[in-house]
């Protein structure tokens, strides 16, 4: 199933309006059973699949169509940012307090973990066929809540491990940019000490020796300001 969700765009297209949306809540409703026991990798191989559902750009890079087709001002949108923000929330709350003792399984079991829940929330927060003005419209908080999560397990991460390991360094900067470019008025709302922390993060993301890593930071910070 991975492997036709990288193939090329047909097979994501197909594969995405087979599972979504009855298939995908039943999908999704599993994430608190294999967090509660299953082994490291089956963990991050389903959250892989989701993000490979989910990612919007194309492996044509000279195409714009995106992956997923969900047509403007559809409920579908809707339907795919709960049915996601329920996995991440579960996700970030394991990711933020698991404890692992073995230092030789701190990669598999907890830092990737993160990167593709992050990578997930990238997707989803930078989705522009999802109507986020109507949660606040309604007075919904389910996007002030994924933030929250998003916040805490952010601000629990070893920065400087962190940057040691360059997929999850990079998988941290989009999810900077998804905030800051589409939801910094709701990130202020729940603390606004984070921008700060932003700040020194992307600082030293501009200290980054990598060319590509440095101006990512740098488009960022400018969203922010």
């Known amino acids: 199933m991975i492997g036709s969700l990288k193939s090329n765009d047909e097979n994501c297209e197909f594969v995405f309006n087979w599972i979504f949306p009855s298939h995908l809540e039943m999908f999704t409703q599993i994430i608190d059973q294999l967090l509660s026991g299953a082994p490291y990798n089956v963990i991050n191989t389903y959250l892989k699949f989701l993000y490979l559902l989910i990612w919007q750009n194309p ?76 949660f606040q419209f309604y007075g919904n908080h389910l996007v002030v809540n994924l933030i929250s999560s998003y916040m805490s397990l952010v601000q629990s991460i070893d920065i400087d491990y962190l940057f040691t390991l360059p997929k999850l360094s990079n998988a941290l900067l989009q999810s900077f940019s998804a905030i800051s470019k589409y939801h910094l008025s709701s990130v202020i709302s729940v603390g606004s000490t984070f921008v700060d922390f932003l700040f020194d993060i992307i600082y030293k993301y501009l200290c980054n020796v990598d060319d590509k890593i440095s101006q990512n930071a740098i488009d960022t910070s400018k969203d922010i300001c």
């Open 59 to 134: 492996e044509n890079k000279s195409s714009s169509q995106k992956k997923i087709q969900i047509p403007t001002h559809s409920a579908n949108g809707i339907i795919l940012f709960n049915l996601i923000s329920n996995v991440l929330k579960s996700t970030f709350k394991y990711a933020t307090e698991i404890q692992i003792l073995k230092e030789a399984d701190v990669y598999e079991g907890k830092m990737k973990t993160i990167k593709y829940s992050l990578l997930i929330f990238s997707e989803i927060m930078s989705n522009d066929k999802i109507m986020f003005e109507a």
